[in-house]
C-alpha cells in the first residue's frame, strides 16, 4: 500500500529496543544444555527463574546481570554455572541468535540469502510455466476461431 512505502523504518532504534529484551533467553538456554550437560527442561528453569527476576528488577538484557543467573541455577541445580557476564549478555543478543543459527531454514544471513535464490528460482519457473500455458491456450483460441470461420465460410455437406 501507499503507507507502507512512504514508512521509515528506522532500524538502528528497532535494534535497540529488540536487544533490551530477552527474546534471546531460548539461545541462552540452550547453549547451557551444551555447555553444562544440562537437560532442556532444566536449562529452560533456570532461565526463566532468571528472567522473571530479571524483569522483576527492570534489568535489561544488554545489562543482564550473571548473578541472577547463578541465583536461579543455585535454586534449581543446588550450584552456580560460573558463566561470565560478557558471554550471558552475548548470548542474550539477537543479532548473535541470527549469526549462529545456521540451519536449514534458519535465520543466519547465508540461509535467508539461500532461501530467497531459492524462491525466487522457483518463482521464475512458475513464471515460465504459466507463460507456456497462456501460449497455448492463445493458440487453442486461434485454432477454434479459425476452425469456426472455415465452418462458416465453407459448411460442411450433408450427403444422403
Keep these: ?5 512512504k514508512m521509515q523504518v528506522h532500524k538502528e532504534r528497532m535494534l ?3 536487544r533490551e529484551s530477552y527474546i534471546g533467553a531460548t539461545e541462552l538456554a540452550n547453549q ?7 537437560g532442556y527442561r532444566t536449562a529452560h528453569d533456570i532461565v ?5 527476576a530479571s524483569r522483576e528488577q527492570k534489568i535489561p538484557a544488554t545489562r543482564a546481570r550473571v548473578g541472577l543467573l547463578d541465583e ?6 543446588g550450584r552456580k554455572l560460573g558463566l561470565t557476564e560478557a558471554r550471558l549478555r552475548e548470548l542474550l543478543d539477537p543479532a548473535y541468535f ?3 543459527t545456521n540451519s536449514r531454514g534458519g535465520v543466519a544471513p547465508a540461509e535467508v540469502t539461500r532461501m530467497i535464490a531459492d524462491r525466487r ?11 507456456e500455458r497462456i501460449e497455448a491456450l492463445e493458440n487453442a483460441q486461434k485454432k477454434l476461431l479459425s476452425d469456426l470461420s472455415e465452418l ?3 459448411p460442411p455437406r450433408v450427403v444422403n
Design 1 to 5: 500500500s501507499r503507507e507502507m512505502r
Design 16 to 18: 535497540a529496543v529488540i
Design 32 to 38: 547451557m544444555v551444551r555447555d553444562y550437560e544440562l
Design 48 to 52: 526463566n527463574k532468571f528472567v522473571l
Design 72 to 77: 536461579a541455577a543455585q535454586k534449581v541445580l
Design 98 to 100: 541470527i549469526k549462529v
Design 121 to 131: 528460482k522457483k518463482l521464475a519457473d512458475a513464471r515460465a510455466r504459466q507463460l
Design 152 to 154: 462458416l465460410t465453407d
